[in-house]
């Protein structure tokens, strides 16, 4: 069964930092492109970043640019989100998923796979 399973989440002071996991499982993930989303309650989900498995090439959303870094463990089958210098906008169900398209990714378009998210919430 393919999967993605996301853990991490808490909650955490503004300015604090949480890395989020993703386990990949099922199959192999080389040719596809990872994402990480969020959805903040009553707002639409959003694209945070997006990492290509295999040659770690990277995209995120300005928001996050310089506070957020996306990475891959190829061994472990796993993917990370390191969060940095959190605000509280930045509370939100945070969710993983996979595509065989960057753009797809990015663009936040009918992704093939996705996880069922953990919860981030940054306090004032």
């Known amino acids: 069964q393919v999967r993605l399973v996301e853990s991490g989440g808490g909650l955490v002071q503004t300015g604090g930092s949480l890395r989020l996991s993703c386990a990949a499982s099922g199959r192999t993930f080389s040719s596809y492109t990872m994402g990480w989303f969020r959805q903040a309650p009553g707002k639409k989900r959003e694209f945070v970043a997006a990492i290509e498995w295999n040659f770690g090439y990277t995209s995120y959303a300005d928001s996050m640019t310089g506070r957020f870094t996306a990475s891959v463990d190829n061994v472990m089958n796993t993917l990370y989100l390191q969060m940095n210098s959190l605000k509280p906008e930045d509370t939100a169900v945070y969710y993983c998923?996979?595509?065989?398209?960057?753009?797809?990714?990015?663009?936040?378009?009918?992704?093939?796979?996705w996880g069922q998210g953990t919860l981030v919430t940054v306090s004032s």
């Open positions: 998923a996979a595509d065989r398209s960057f753009r797809t990714v990015v663009e936040n378009k009918n992704l093939e796979l």
